[in-house]
């Protein structure tokens, strides 16, 4: 899901002190912490400067904490973990060369992300060869995990790559059918960035809008980093349509909502998680009042088991938005720590144990915070819950959450 510029981010971590860039990071190899322990790195890849860098920096520090905590409880004996966190700026391209330059580092048994699935088909061959396990907090293109061909004949392209989000399948097709079921809109026009998961999940929108009985009078793209959307909104406001369905991140879809509304066009903005930031509303401003988003699972401030996680985020201060992948970055991570726990007995590392790190995140099983952590035959979590969420008064407001169920 996510592109951005080269700044340099310093972040002093609370585990042992360690000094991460955007470009790379201070290496311990061996041995750390406590003394006679050994020190286990696990990867962090996301956008944590420019673009989509709100989400990004949720996703680090959710998995900061999970670490945090695996070292103070001691979660696996004989282990300290500490984080590496790259910088992909959104960049396929750079997230390649972040996923050689963590498969490089021996003591990385583990990597949490990316953000953007665009980023995520050039990371996964890097890791498969190398038997490096990959879990994303946010990715949803459906072929990630179940090929190319998902729609008629599901094929588990890499078995190293697992996810603690749903799917476009489901998000879309819940998507669509509140939009015609829940809030009775008929005509939708649906504008996507042309990247891979805006583009998925505008498709699927559209399908199943129409399967359900609307229509889709219009469709147009746009390119990522676009501000003037002029001649775009002319046209919407032209169609007749009564809500507008944007595939794509908050960036582009925050300066867009504004300027329709200023326009005139007062209908919503309906989109995926891509869009689920606090920054959203800060840009957009009165003209987000209305908007809607899909995102995976339920708030994170509702759910009891998140209620430390939440006020260690705040008390620390982190940047970046713990709501919207932040949980489920600290339970991808805490999947990795539980993994590791099975493999590294009595301070040794096997040599094999990158692999039996995949090995044992394929049969997790455990109560997370976001729900019950597991994944089926094709790395995709067991966990199918969505939530629709609306702007009113300036905030993001649960308006329906449950099951989601392939259509």
Aim: proline share 3%; with cysteine; charged share 20%.
């Amino acid at each position: 899901m996510r592109q951005r510029s080269l700044v340099i981010l310093t972040s002093v971590l609370t585990t042992g002190a360690l000094t991460l860039t955007a470009c790379g990071s201070r290496n311990d190899n061996s041995k750390g912490g406590d003394s006679g322990n050994v020190t286990v790195t696990i990867g962090v890849d996301a956008p944590l400067t420019g673009q989509n860098s709100a989400t990004g920096l949720g996703i680090q520090y959710g998995a900061q904490i999970a670490v945090d905590d695996a070292n103070k409880n001691k979660t696996v004996p004989g282990v300290t973990f500490k984080l590496k966190a790259l910088d992909d700026k959104a960049i396929p391209a750079t997230g390649q060369q972040n996923a050689t330059q963590l498969v490089s580092d021996k003591s990385v048994l583990g990597v949490v992300g990316p953000l953007n699935s665009g980023v995520a088909t050039q990371m996964q061959q890097v890791f498969a060869t190398a038997n490096l396990v990959q879990i994303s907090p946010s990715n949803t293109a459906p072929e990630l995990t179940q090929g190319k061909n998902w729609q008629t004949s599901k094929s588990r392209p890499f078995k190293t790559y697992f996810r603690t989000a749903t799917t476009d399948a489901l998000q879309g097709a819940y998507a669509a059918d509140y939009a015609y079921n829940g809030i009775h809109k008929k005509k939708a026009f649906v504008v996507d960035d042309k990247q891979t998961y805006g583009a998925g999940l505008s498709k699927i929108f559209k399908d199943q809008f129409v399967k359900q009985g609307g229509k889709v009078i219009g469709t147009d793209h746009v390119n990522t980093g676009d501000r003037d959307f002029s001649t775009l909104v002319t046209k919407i406001k032209n169609s007749g349509a009564d809500i507008l369905y944007y595939g794509g991140q908050y960036d582009e879809s925050q300066v867009l909502t504004k300027q329709l509304k200023d326009a005139g066009a007062k209908i919503p903005l309906f989109g995926g998680d891509g869009m689920f930031t606090p920054t959203y509303i800060k840009t957009a401003g009165k003209a987000a009042e209305g908007d809607l988003v899909t995102s995976i699972g339920v708030p994170v401030d509702t759910l009891p088991a998140a209620k430390d996680f939440v006020a260690t985020y705040k008390a620390k201060k982190y940047p970046g938005d713990y709501g919207t992948y932040g949980s489920y970055a600290y339970d991808a991570a805490t999947a990795i720590i539980k993994a590791v726990g099975q493999v590294v007995k009595d301070g040794k590392i096997p040599a094999d144990a990158r692999q039996q790190v995949v090995d044992g995140v394929q049969k997790s099983s455990f109560d997370g915070l976001s729900g019950k952590i597991s994944f089926d035959e094709y790395g995709d979590t067991t966990n199918k819950q969505l939530t629709v969420y609306q702007v009113t008064n300036g905030e993001w407001k649960s308006v329906k959450s449950g099951i989601a169920t392939p259509k």
